[in-house]
Nanobody
Framework: QVQLVESGGGLVQAGGSLRLSCTAS????????MSWFRQAPGKERAFVTA????????YYADSVKGRFTISRDNAKNTVYLEMNSLKPEDTGVYYCAARRRVLATSSYEVGYWGQGTQVTVSS
């Protein structure tokens, strides 16, 4: 079992930056590939980015490439999402997700979800 708790969401103007954090419970964090998904109002939950067990292989949705950076600190059981040059279309609830050993890039692949944190980008 893994419990995930996100933090760092908020309201920011377009062009601004936010940093999300997701801290996992348990002592096996390094056994889980981590992802971030987001869900905009009225839309399905969508893949944003994922990172491998060791943190050396990140993947990004085309819509965030060059603006978002995922990283992880296995010693702190935490995964981060640095978001720069934010756009209004980045608005949504951001969810941290974990899957044992293998990256999850679709919602149905995820083993564990966090409760989500709201990110709102104003124009």
């Amino acid at each position: 079992q893994v419990q995930l708790v996100e933090s760092g969401g908020g309201l920011v103007q377009a062009g601004g930056s936010l940093r999300l954090s997701c801290t996992a419970s348990g002592r096996t964090f390094s056994s889980y590939a981590m992802s971030w998904f987001r869900q905009a109002p009225g839309k399905e939950r969508a893949f944003v980015t994922a990172i491998s067990l060791s943190g050396d292989t990140p993947y990004y949705a085309d819509s965030v490439k060059g603006r978002f950076t995922i990283s992880r600190d296995n010693a702190k059981n935490t995964v981060y999402l640095e978001m720069n040059s934010l756009k209004p279309e980045d608005t949504g609830v951001y969810y941290c997700a974990a899957r044992r050993r293998v990256l999850a890039t679709s919602s149905y692949e995820v083993g564990y979800w966090g409760q989500g944190t709201q990110v709102t980008v104003s124009s």
